[in-house]
């Protein structure tokens, strides 16, 4: 699924080529789009926001029809988007400072995209970075750094991070109340006891299939009221409020 979305209304205008409307109209009939549907959102989508100086986009309404307004940018949904290349995404990063939720799931990211992404975007409270192959602790490092607002984080399926990781998430994300680094094989019980002993608000720290991280740790964690499994990756969903669960996708 890839998608624009935005809080707050006022009417502006874009300049909206056959294409990007094409993409755009589509997307609308298919909230639902999985990973075979790549492209929607793509390099001229998000060049869109920037060239034509709007702040916020949304791709659709209640109408199914196309519709832009202006307004600051809010969440950002480009997970297993292909379409927007690690240069896009550098180069617009001071655009995108408004950002407050951002999915970047399995889009092939690189450090060096995120640690610019970080340096523009430190009012991030929920991350994705799932399934993110290239992502070392490098940049995890530079993210928790710069973003310190994060409440949730998921970097399930990141296999290159390792307990370096960990404690830089401990020692910086004060407001962190969900963490997933499920399927991290470099994550042992030294970086969980980080971060169980540090974060003091956390709720879930799902450490699902991390073969370094003992039964006594996840034990340990049930009787803090952490949660170290999460079958839903609903917790780390853009369309998640903390407070009052699911949010209206439209």
Not at 98 to 107: E, H, I, P, R
Not at 220 to 229: H, L, Q, R, V
């Given at each position: 699924m890839a998608q624009l979305s935005n809080q707050g209304m006022g009417t502006g205008g874009a300049r909206w080529t056959p294409n990007v409307i094409k993409r755009s109209r589509s997307l609308s009939r298919n909230s639902q789009a999985s990973e075979g549907d790549v492209g929607l959102i793509d390099d001229s989508v998000l060049q869109l926001s920037a060239d034509s100086q709007m702040s916020g986009m949304r791709l659709f309404d209640s109408e199914n029809t196309c519709a832009v307004y202006k307004s600051s940018l809010k969440k950002l949904d480009l997970r297993f988007c292909k379409g927007v290349r690690n240069y896009s995404m550098q180069r617009l990063a001071p655009k995108l400072a408004?950002?407050?939720?951002?999915?970047?799931?399995?889009?092939l990211r690189t450090d060096i995209t995120i640690a610019k992404l970080a340096q523009h975007m430190c009012g991030l409270k929920r991350l994705s970075l799932a399934w993110t192959s290239n992502l070392t602790d490098f940049g995890v490092s530079e993210i928790v750094q710069r973003c310190r607002d994060i409440e949730a984080l998921d970097l399930t399926y990141c296999t290159q991070i390792e307990d370096t990781s960990m404690f830089a998430i401990a020692h910086h994300l004060e407001s962190l109340t969900a963490l997933s680094v499920a399927y991290c094989a470099g994550v042992t019980d030294i970086g969980v006891r980080e971060v169980t002993s540090r974060c003091t608000s956390l709720k879930i720290l799902n450490v699902a299939k991390c073969l370094r991280v003992s039964d006594r740790s996840r034990k340990?964690?049930?009787?803090?009221?952490?949660?170290?499994?999460c079958d839903s990756f609903e917790p780390f969903s853009i369309h998640f409020d903390p407070n009052t669960g699911p949010l209206n996708k439209r």
């Open positions: 408004s950002l407050v939720v951002l999915d970047l799931a399995g889009g340990n964690m049930e009787k803090a009221g952490i949660t170290s499994k």
